[in-house]
């Protein structure tokens, strides 16, 4: 990599200069493995390097005449501007680019789809890669394009990116397109050393382009590049903040880049990461900002001025840990445990060992000292030096001790209060049962926005309850405290919390040994960002209810949490892959999560591997909890009332959904695959597929000042609505058909399940795919009610097809546009035992069969199935085949009952080789059916058969036959003495066929006196 030093005093200058380099010498002479494409601009020292890149951008434009002739001088046909300072991810770079060379809609459609894959299998936003078929397209729109490109890169990764590979573009060989790209801009200053170890990483790069002054001093042209600097970052936060929230004058963002640069250059920890705006705000940088005809400040209700500051650190991404020049380490850690005080605008002073800090010290600041830093100093808690200092905003109080001893006469409460009300910064580190954390002191702080206690020890955090009501954010880490409170009313009057950091520390509940310790912030507006991570003794977690929650961390040591509730939030991926140890975790509530779609566990090692309650539900909002005392004044009222405005029902006689220890409903069924890790093979499974899930009530009966039970699911509650399938009658109407015999018999009920079962809802969608354990483990399966659902749930895996060969009682009905229900995908499924007992089919209109094999129609077996009922299935043509090896295993069928289902021909149809074996045996084949008892066909106008072969069903008792003209033969009932009765058309009755004519003496037929429409008698015409 070649480098070249250009010099120019202005953004003008340089731009000129760079495109002068970047033009394609005349006399050069290129070759296969030729490489001058790709120039990576530096700026001045990493200043002003995207305003450069910006104005070359510009000039390029082909819209304008000036534009098109620069690009005609340079022979570039197409300028390709891609600002991607604020980086995402790659994904989101080749979007950006993708957007430019105008790709067909159908493919940028591939971008949402893998997006939305990487929703469900959590994929972080900043780790979501490019995607290899838009690169194949990219690479063929380039190459019939056949156009040079100048490709202008704002890189905001930490990473060279190759735009060959991720893009499509050529750029070595004979190639004369050019890419010209830089990491820094909008005071987004990389070091150095690191931009060129990311380049050595890749090594794609061919030249590296700087800037130096040309005639100015450095110093005047440090000043202006730092104001233009300014002024394009001052733009950018209008962008991305909007007009109205962002600081507009470029002097002040200068000022506040400079501020933050002196800091750096400061031996002294000031924690710029995370008080790097409250500097600014507390110091006077930012100012307060006019805004229609009013003047807004720091304390103001809007936030708008605290808003802004937070803008602007976004687009000043100073590389602190390189800029900030520390002495050596043993010097540094000299420094740091010497007494001290600090401020940014006043400097560093030194406190001579042994004294006693005084009001005397800060006398000449009085008026003017906003941010203060005291580092193991000693003074006089009930009277500070700093009371009287009246601009004081930001207080950091660090390893300091208390006196007991009053040097000037005890602080006046009045000069107290007044003094901790102006404060909107408070951080305290190290300092054990420190006063200023006091009940008494936290209620002067009513102005307070933020609070960092770090290495307090025994510390009563209830002291917190009904305080600190303006608070946007909070951390307590790495202390030892208390709670001498309800957890549940911890964090009350704290109605404008945006973010609460919660790790390190060991607690325990003070009100008795055997309460559990929790953390409970429920029903917050404001609550975005909660971090939990390395907590002994912290037992239930409950964020319930806050809508605006979508940044979660969990981290560390988290053994002895058992209950984590997070209810009504906007988390998008629950994230436990930090935990170091989470082994007891019993509980998790996720219910009306409807942004949730991923799940990430941490390794098997590290938790608990099979979660005794688990509830989801990313379909509904979970209603308001209710009390004990609410549930038993309203009894069952409630239920009711819900179970009937759900429209839908529970199965008859299954288990109520709140018995289920697994309660999941999903809007999309991808999101099961998160439960693959934590799902026993053990625990069967109940699986609904509808619009609506079964009517459930959910209720908190737990005390209210018991807060989240540890190893118990009475924090949460699920209370079923009183419904039932019933027999709702034998009549209806079918596809437009006047009304008709539905049925005669109700579908059985459900089987039990064991204790250790779960209950999964998925919301109807076109295509259905599960994970392994949902096809392993289910054994009761009902879909209803789904008007878009075109293909029947089938595995993930392609040797995964939807034959569910643990399934003991499926239900399916009024699915419109079903096409087939059960079918294969791989060879494992052609030699297979079913569990089937029970299945019922209904109003399938466009399901032409329900297990759908191709001849041959393999060995899958179905031998304890006793009850099949299909009705209102227009198209269907048959309904379960037989194989020369599944042909004698229907023996305990005992209802068959199929109702309007014009095109049926066969219920059990017998495949080819079948046929050919029974033909070619010396006797006739008979298939037994000795458990069959009921038979009940309605409507069946083309069924000319049952079975393929002849049938035998020596129990039967009941035959129902209505409209069935085509079907000639009736199974051979034996030679018992008892007939069997047969209500029937007489026509029809008269035309049967008989294999043997002694069995026409063992059916007793029956026929209707009205079985026929009543005709007139005499004629119409008088």
Known sequence: ?????????????????????????????????????????????????????????????????????????????????????????????????????????????????????????????????????????????????????????????????????????????????????????????????????????????????????????????????????????????????????????????????????????????????????????????????????????????SDWLWRAADALQREIALDVDYHQHLPSSHLSICVERKPYWISPNYGFNRVPGRAILNGGIFQHYLDKLRVLKLSRCTFNFQSPPFLYCQGLRFLWLDHCQDTGINTDGEGKEEDVRRCFQRLWVLDVRYMHRVHILSGQMMDYMTQLRELNVMGAWEWDMGQLQGRLPNIRKLRVTKSKVTFRCSEE??????????????????????????????ITINNSSCLETVNIGENRALEGISFKGCTKLKNLIFSGWLYDVRAIDISGTAVKTLDLTAATTINNLNELYLLDCKKLCAILWPPKRNMKQDIDMLCIDTTRSAPTAQSREEIAKRGTTTAATIGTSAATTVLHRSRPTNEFPWYISVRDARLLMSLEAVYSDSRELYLEVSPTPSPTVFAAVCRDDEGIKSGSSSELQRQPAPAIYAATGTTAKCDGDAPGIMWLWSCPDVPDLRLRSSYIHIQETNTITVPRFVIDCAKILHVRDSMSITVFPSGTSKYQGSEWHQLEWCRIERCPRLEDVFTPRGPSEWRT???????????????????????????????????????????????????????????????????????????????????????????????????????????????????????????????????????????????????????????????????????????KPIHSRYYKKTLLRSSVLR
């Open 1 to 301: 990599m070649r480098a070249e030093v250009i010099g120019a005093d202005t953004i003008d200058e340089a731009a000129t200069e760079v495109l002068q380099v970047l033009k394609e010498k005349a006399n050069t002479a290129r070759s296969v493995s030729s490489r001058d494409n790709v120039f990576y601009f530096d700026g001045w020292d990493g200043l002003r390097a995207s305003a450069v890149l910006r104005n070359i951008a510009q000039r390029l434009t082909a819209t304008t005449p000036a534009g098109k002739r620069a690009l005609a001088d340079l022979e570039f046909d197409q300028v390709i501007h891609i600002d991607c300072s604020m980086w995402e991810s790659r994904r989101a770079f080749q979007r950006a680019v993708a957007e430019q060379l105008k790709l067909p809609d159908e493919v940028m459609k591939l971008f949402d789809r893998q997006d939305e894959e990487d929703d469900f299998l959590g994929v972080a936003q900043g780790s979501r890669l490019e995607v290899e078929q838009v690169v194949r397209e990219m690479h063929e729109c380039i190459q019939k394009l056949n156009r040079r490109f100048l490709v202008i890169f704002h890189n905001g990764s930490g990473e060279e990116i190759d735009l060959a590979s991720f893009c499509g573009f050529l750029l070595s060989g004979y190639s004369t397109s050019k890419v010209l790209w830089t990491f820094q801009g909008r005071y987004r200053i990389k070091p150095r050393t690191k931009v060129d170890k990311a380049m050595k990483s890749a090594g794609k790069t061919d030249a590296f382009v700087s800037v130096v002054p040309r005639n100015e001093s450095q110093e005047e042209v440090w000043s202006y590049l730092v104001l233009q600097e300014a002024a394009e970052v001052a733009e950018a936060c209008k962008v991305t903040a909007g007009s109205r929230d962002i600081i507009d004058q470029p002097a002040q963002v200068a000022e506040c880049f400079i501020y933050m640069l002196e800091q750096c250059c400061h031996s002294i920890d000031f924690d710029l990461a995370t008080h790097g705006t409250n500097y600014w705000v507390c110091d006077g940088i930012i100012q307060q900002l006019k805004l229609e005809g009013r003047v807004l400040s720091a304390n103001d209700d």
């Open 489 to 518: 009313d911890l964090f009350s009057k704290m109605n404008n919390l945006e973010l609460l950091d919660f790790s390190g520390n060991n607690i325990y509940s003070a009100r008795s040994p055997r309460l559990p310790a929790a």
């Open 833 to 1003: 035992s079913h569990s089937m007992k029970t299945f019922w089919a209904s109003q399938l209109r466009k399901a032409s069969c329900i297990w759908k094999w191709s001849e041959p129609y393999g060995a899958s077996k179905f031998p304890y199935l006793v009850f099949l009922h299909l009705d209102c299935c227009p198209r269907l043509v048959h309904v379960l085949p037989l194989s020369i090896h599944t042909i004698a295993q229907a023996g305990q069928l005992e209802t068959l009952e199929i109702t309007w289902c014009g095109d049926l021909r066969e219920v059990f149809p017998v495949d080819t080789i079948a046929k050919r074996y029974v033909k070619l045996l010396p006797q006739p084949f008979t298939v037994d059916f000795p458990g069959l008892k009921r038979i009940h066909l309605h409507e069946l106008p083309r069924l000319h058969s049952i079975c393929g072969v002849r049938m035998s069903a020596p129990n039967l008792e009941t035959v129902k036959i209505r409209g069935c003209w085509s079907l000639r033969r009736l199974p051979d009932v034996g030679d018992g003495d008892k007939a069997v009765e047969c209500d029937c058309e007489k026509e029809w009755w008269d035309r049967l066929e008989w294999d043997d004519g002694s069995q026409v003496t063992r059916y």
